[in-house]
T-cell receptor
Framework: GAGVSQSPSNKVTEKGKDVELRCDPI?????LYWYRQRLGQGLEFLIY????????KSGLPSDRFSAERTGESVSTLTIQRTQQEDSAVYLC??????????????FGQGTRLTVV | QKEVEQNSGPLSVPEGAIASLNCTYS??????FFWYRQYSGKSPELIMS????GDKEDGRFTAQLNKASQYVSLLIRDSQPSDSATYLC????????????FGQGTTLQVKP
């Protein structure tokens, strides 16, 4: 696609429910990143993928969070048993590669998650 | 020590002035450096990338990198009210592992 696409744009869920957030990266981009941004705060790194593998999962806040990527394309971030503290904008970005050159990352429009 | 540090601001400059935004990073082997602009309620937008020591100019924007001092900056010349936003510094961590880490951002206000 022309840009990074995230769905849904907005999600309101009840506390305790599971949610799935989807990211469709720019075609040909092998690196994919997930970040969380709480209101008025900076970008909190969650996880990144190089191809279908995740070299660094250190940012996932708890075992309620998981992510996968298939076909070096779409990624889903799953939050189980959502809590009110999970309310934030979840941002996905992709880049051509990781490493040195070609690492410019481009963001999707984000998914605003509200847990009530 | 945070991996990427920025002064949160706000930095206030008059229209037409030069705005100077600064960032320091802790990982000495970082190789790729980026500046993003984020308007309120929007996602970050890439402005500049810089990989080598020195200056890189693109229109009204100049990025400056000093790896010895672990310092990267962004200068905005002829600042406009439309430049008012949060500016995020980002650094790839530990050479070629690819983890992209962001600072907390500096809020810039350009007053007409």
């Amino acid at each position: 696609g022309a840009g990074v696409s995230q769905s849904p744009s907005n999600k309101v869920t009840e506390k305790g429910k599971d949610v799935e957030l989807r990211c469709d990266p720019i075609s040909g981009h092998t690196a994919l990143y997930w970040y969380r941004q709480r209101l008025g705060q900076g970008l909190e790194f969650l996880i990144y993928f190089q191809g279908n593998s995740a070299p660094d999962k250190s940012g996932l806040p708890s075992d309620r969070f998981s992510a996968e990527r298939t076909g070096e394309s779409v990624s889903t971030l799953t939050i189980q048993r959502t809590q009110q503290e999970d309310s934030a904008v979840y941002l996905c970005a992709s880049s051509l590669t990781t490493g040195y050159l070609g690492t410019e990352a481009f963001f999707g429009q984000g998914t605003r998650l509200t847990v009530v | 020590q945070k991996e990427v540090e920025q002064n949160s601001g706000p930095l206030s400059v008059p229209e037409g002035a030069i705005a100077s935004l600064n960032c320091t990073y802790s990982d000495r082997v970082s190789q790729s450096f980026f500046w993003y602009r984020q308007y309120s309620g929007k996602s970050p937008e890439l402005i500049m990338s810089i990989y080598s020591n020195g200056d890189k100019e693109d229109g009204r924007f100049t990025a400056q990198l000093n790896k010895a001092s672990q310092y990267v900056s962004l200068l905005i010349r002829d600042s406009q009210p439309s430049d008012s936003a949060t500016y995020l510094c980002a650094v790839t961590n530990s050479g070629n592992t690819g983890k992209l880490i962001f600072g907390q951002g500096t809020t810039l206000q350009v007053k007409p």
